[in-house]
């Protein structure tokens, strides 16, 4: 998939990388240490207009997931937790895009465009992570709505959103449980979220429990009327997979920044560090899995701009997700070693890069389920 940027993404991404560096990152350290939800940084992401980005031109955005990632990947690069604030609105964007009635966009995606309204997507349950069939949590009909019964885990921005799109099987007289997705807000009675987790990385962005207690839901809240089902929600979770491997090469780029910095004022045995050989290789390779990542996350980016579907988006936005986020942990580790014992140290920033890279690997469906992808893509279904 070929592309190139145009000029107005070459101005979001210059526009960022400016902010990031002038207004992100000297709060990168604070975010990371406290673990407080950062609303400073969503309010500057709200200023600078940033949650429109992939939004359709009727809801005031460019309609483009490359410029998406080309901020996520400036913010990432010093604060991974900034970069998540956009992630984790876009994702039930891209939910509501995909399997929403044309009324449930109306009323919800002009406010997750402006920053006016906050949302979080769960599917994800103490036996089933990215085991979807194994999904408990159900609803049934009553009425004219539903009522709905069942937990969540590591449900990402539940603790400060507005409504949370929940994954859970509707029981039907006619027909097997299905996995729908329901709307609901955070306001409604049954409806908890328990405390957040104290997490090794991405500490700024809270994940918590989710408790469902007989919690009523009008039948509007039925996402797509019942139509907007499971399979055009995972078609829209390939889409954002290149939003998330562009944070990985951000947070792999921001780690050999810092690697250079110190290798070039650090001396040992007469020397400075950088003149060494053996670390003059590691920053070299470093520099060309990076590059190799962003090629490959640019690409399938272009590819769901160009309209992209089915097996072929969903491999090549697994090898996206897979193959940068590989590198970030890969970079992040060799930039460790560069630091020596500063890098164990919570004092020097590159511990911090080192913690997002593991979870960037986890999230977002696990770099083995990636590969699952693409090779049932490849070579079908294991017997």
């Known amino acids: 998939m070929s592309f190139t940027l145009t000029e107005e993404q070459l101005q979001v991404r210059d526009l960022v990388r400016r902010v990031a560096r002038e ?17 400073d940084m969503f309010d500057l992401l709200r200023e600078l207009g940033l949650f429109t980005l992939p939004f359709p031109p009727d809801y005031g955005g460019s309609g483009s997931t490359l410029a998406g990632c080309l901020a996520v990947e400036e913010l990432g690069r010093v ?122 990385g991405a500490r700024g962005v809270p994940s918590s429990a989710l408790f469902f207690d007989d919690v009523r839901l009008p039948k509007e809240n039925l996402l797509g009327g019942g139509a907007g089902g499971f399979r055009s929600v995972m078609e829209a979770l390939n889409k954002s997979r290149p939003i998330v491997a562009a944070r990985a ?24 560090v950088s003149n060494y050989q053996g670390i003059r290789w590691m920053i070299a390779d470093m520099a060309i899995q990076i590059e190799a990542a962003r090629q490959l996350t640019y690409a399938a980016a272009a590819a769901v701009d160009a309209g992209k579907t ?24 060799d930039a460790v070693q560069i630091f020596g014992a500063s890098g164990i140290s919570n004092e020097f920033p590159i511990n911090r890069y080192f913690r997002d890279a593991k979870v960037v690997q986890i999230i977002e469906g696990t770099n083995q389920i990636q590969r699952n992808i693409v090779a049932r893509n490849l070579i079908g279904k294991a017997e």
């Not at 449900?155 to 509707?170: E, K, M, P, W």
Request: glycine letters at 10%; a neutral charge.
């Open 23 to 39: 207004r992100v990152a000297p709060r990168a350290a604070a975010i990371d240490a406290s673990g407080e939800y950062p609303q």
């Open 79 to 200: 604060c991974y937790n900034t970069g998540y604030l956009l992630v984790v609105q876009w994702v039930p964007l891209g939910t509501i895009l995909a399997g929403g009635t044309p009324e449930q966009k109306a009323r919800l995606l002009p406010g997750l465009a402006s920053g006016a309204l906050r949302a979080a997507f769960s599917l994800t349950e103490p036996q089933s992570g990215s085991d979807v069939a194994g999904i408990r949590t159900r609803a049934r009909p009553d009425g004219d709505g539903f009522v709905l019964n069942g937990g969540k885990i590591w449900c990402t921005n539940a603790a400060v959103s507005d409504f949370v799109l929940v994954g859970a099987r509707l029981e039907r007289d006619d027909s097997p449980a299905e996995v729908n997705f329901f709307i609901v807000e955070s306001d409604r009675p049954g409806f908890r979220v328990d405390r957040k987790e104290e997490k090794m």
């Open 249 to 272: 090469v951000g947070l792999a780029q921001g780690a050999m920044d810092h690697a250079i910095e110190f290798a070039r004022g650090r001396r040992a045995f007469g020397e400075t």
């Open 310 to 333: 089915g097996a072929e988006m969903a491999s090549l936005a697994a090898s996206a997700k897979c193959f940068a986020s590989d590198v970030a942990m890969k970079v992040a580790t």
